[in-house]
C-alpha cells in the first residue's frame, strides 16, 4: 500500500486515543480546580466513543499505517472497564499497544490490562517528593501509592516508562531524585518541557526548564552519554548513564521543537480527530460513523485530512501564539 503522507511528507504511524475527559487528579498545571471544579460541565457518556466505535476507527486507522496506538484521556483508569477496550484494539493486527496515565489506579489494573493485551504503560510521575507530588495532583495524593503502582506494572509484565513534566519552582528541585529512583530499576525516566498548551495562562518561557539544564544537573551527578536516535520520528533525546544504570530521556518540545518527525493523529474522547497537539479545532469523526459510513469511507475521510495536514506548531511557536486559547491537555491527553 501506498504510504499515507502529509504537506511535508510525514506518514501517520501513531494514533493517540482519549477515552475520557474526567481524571481523578487535579494537577493545577492541567486541570486546574478553578476550572475543573463541582459544576464542571464534563462529557456525558453518549458523546463519548463507545469501545466498539474506538476499535472501528481505530482498525481503519490500522489500515491507513498506524502501528502504535496509545490510550490516554483525562485519566484513562477511570473509565469504566477500559480493559475491554484494551481487549478489542489488541485484536487488531500489527498494533502495539501503549497507555498514558497518572497510576493512581495500576495497583488494582495492572494484571487485567497485561492479561487484555497492554504491552507498556507511561506513568505520569513529577515528582518523587511526596509534599511537591500532593502539591502538585492538588488531590492530596500520596506518591507512594503511584510508585506502587510502577511496581504493579512492572510485576505484571509490562515495559514502563515514566514521565515528568518540568515547571521551573514548581519541581525542578527534584530532578536529580527523580533522576536516583529510576536509576537501575529499567524503568526509562523521560523528562519533559512545560509546554503552553491547556490551562497554562500566563504560561512564559522562563518557567520552561530546558532539556539542555536537566541533563547538565543529572550529568553533574552522574556521567551520561548521548544515544544516538533509534528512529527519525523519536521524540526523546536519549542519554545512557556512563555507569550502566540505564537511560534517561528529555523532551525538548519548546527549546528544540520536532515538529519534522511528527507522525502523530490524536482521536478525542468524542472522536474528533486532532492533527496536532496545539490544533483547537478537531475534525469531526463520530458523525460519519453513527451515520453509517462504510470502513472505505471513513479512510478516505482520515486520508484527505492527512493528506492536508500542514500543522507545525511548536516550530512556529512565538510570543503571540503561545498567548492563544489551546485545546485542554486533559481533552486531547497529551
Ligand atoms: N491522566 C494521564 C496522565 O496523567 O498521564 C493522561 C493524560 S495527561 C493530560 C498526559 C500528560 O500531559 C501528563 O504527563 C501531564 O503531565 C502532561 N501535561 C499536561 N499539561 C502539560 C503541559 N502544559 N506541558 C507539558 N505536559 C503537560
Known amino acids: 500500500m501506498e ?17 475520557t475527559d474526567r481524571c481523578n487528579f487535579r494537577c493545577v498545571y492541567c ?9 464542571h460541565q464534563f462529557l456525558e457518556r453518549k458523546e463519548l466513543l463507545s469501545f466498539e466505535e474506538i476499535a472501528r476507527v481505530t482498525s481503519v486507522f490500522a489500515r491507513l499505517g498506524v502501528r502504535t496506538v496509545r490510550i490516554t484521556g483525562g485519566e484513562p483508569l477511570v473509565r469504566r472497564n477500559v480493559e475491554h477496550l484494551v481487549e478489542l484494539l489488541h485484536a487488531i493486527p500489527g498494533i502495539e499497544l501503549a497507555m498514558t496515565t497518572n497510576g493512581a489506579l495500576l495497583p488494582q489494573k495492572a494484571e487485567a490490562l497485561v492479561e487484555a493485551g497492554l504491552d507498556r504503560v507511561t506513568v ?22 503511584v510508585l506502587d503502582g510502577i511496581d504493579a506494572a512492572a510485576a505484571a509484565g509490562l515495559r514502563v516508562k515514566v514521565n515528568a513534566v518540568v515547571k521551573r519552582g514548581a519541581n525542578d528541585d527534584g530532578i536529580v531524585a527523580l533522576a536516583d529512583r529510576f536509576r ?5 525516566l523521560r523528562f519533559i518541557e512545560y509546554m503552553d498548551v491547556g490551562h497554562t495562562n500566563g504560561w512564559r518561557l522562563d518557567d520552561v526548564v530546558s532539556s539542555d539544564e536537566i541533563v547538565a544537573m543529572i550529568g ?25 544504570a540505564g537511560e534517561i ?38 458523525a460519519p460513523l453513527r451515520l453509517g459510513a462504510s470502513d472505505d469511507e471513513l479512510a478516505d475521510g482520515i486520508r484527505n485530512i492527512w493528506r492536508r495536514r500542514t500543522d507545525r506548531y ?10 492563544l486559547h489551546k485545546v485542554e491537555m486533559s481533552y486531547i491527553g497529551g
Open 3 to 19: 504510504p499515507l503522507l502529509d504537506t511535508f511528507g510525514r506518514p501517520l504511524e501513531t494514533l493517540r486515543i482519549s477515552v
Open 314 to 323: 511548536s516550530e512556529l511557536r512565538t510570543a503571540k501564539t503561545s498567548g
Open 124 to 145: 505520569s510521575l513529577d515528582s518523587v517528593d511526596d509534599a511537591t507530588f500532593r502539591a502538585l495532583n492538588d488531590v492530596d495524593f500520596p506518591v507512594q501509592k
Open 249 to 286: 530521556g528529555v523532551i525538548a518540545s519548546v527549546t528544540q521543537p520536532f515538529c519534522g518527525g511528527c507522525s502523530r493523529a490524536r482521536l478525542s474522547a468524542e472522536g474528533r480527530l486532532h492533527t496536532c497537539l496545539f490544533a483547537l479545532k478537531g475534525h469531526d469523526l463520530r
Open 220 to 244: 553533574a551527578v552522574h556521567p551520561l552519554d548521548p544515544v544516538p536516535p533509534a528512529r527519525p520520528d523519536e521524540t526523546a533525546r536519549r542519554y545512557r548513564y556512563r555507569d550502566g
Open 184 to 188: 537501575g530499576t529499567g524503568h526509562t
Open 31 to 39: 486541570m486546574p480546580k478553578e476550572v475543573y471544579g463541582r459544576d
